[in-house]
């Protein structure tokens, strides 16, 4: 891997990675020589990377949010990162201790898995259609989620092939006014979220299914390291 492309901030984030987590350099190597458009994104793959790890290590929720594929996209992501990708994920001893004596423990001990806590906005529908009947302004469906919910010092992953989908970049700009941090994930224009978001992964690509096929690498290269960080 060379570093001396790499924005400042994330050669500091290779070299604790290289130095202290080689089964995360390895990985990361196999997604670099597997797929040519790896290196033109790892500067920010590296800072969204280190962002989510700093968030869930502060005990923190990551919100997710997008339209049609990447609507899928989000509860994809969610699925991998809330019970077991590629690692088992045992209870901890902590979490076993917490069901002594309760009612069916021993099923849940030996069943449950840790996860990292994640939230996909729009999955009520009760609430989406309440706030498309009752609000003259569409597309505030994961902004008013996202107030409710959303607390200081969690994180918003928006997905956006074009970056410019408004009900994203509504809740994007209610996510700052919570105090959370922003991720984007888009296309090779960026669009409005590239400028509104902390840091924005652009894939380089244009049409609308590369973009996603690349999406799904780049969300699964995001997801197997943060396993590994959190549970290998």
Known sequence: ???IELQEPA???????????????RYLEQFLSKHSFFQEIL????CAFSM?????QAGHTLFLCGNGGSFSDCTHIAGELMKTFKLRRPLAQESKAAFAGFDCEAILVESLQEGLPCHVLGLNPSLVSAVQNDTEVCALQ???????????????LGISTSGNARNVRYAVSTAQARGMKVI?????SGGRLADAADITIKLPEHETY?????HVIVYHALCLLLELRFFG
């Open 1 to 3: 891997m060379n570093m």
């Open 11 to 25: 050669q500091r984030i290779l070299h604790k990675i290289t130095s202290r987590h080689p089964e995360e350099k």
């Open 43 to 46: 500067s920010d793959f590296l």
């Open 52 to 56: 989510l790890v700093d968030g869930f």
């Open 142 to 156: 994961y902004a008013q989620e996202l107030h409710v919910l959303g607390r200081q010092g969690d994180l918003l």
């Open 184 to 188: 984007g994930l888009t296309g090779a």
């Open 210 to 214: 590369m973009v996603q096929e690349q």
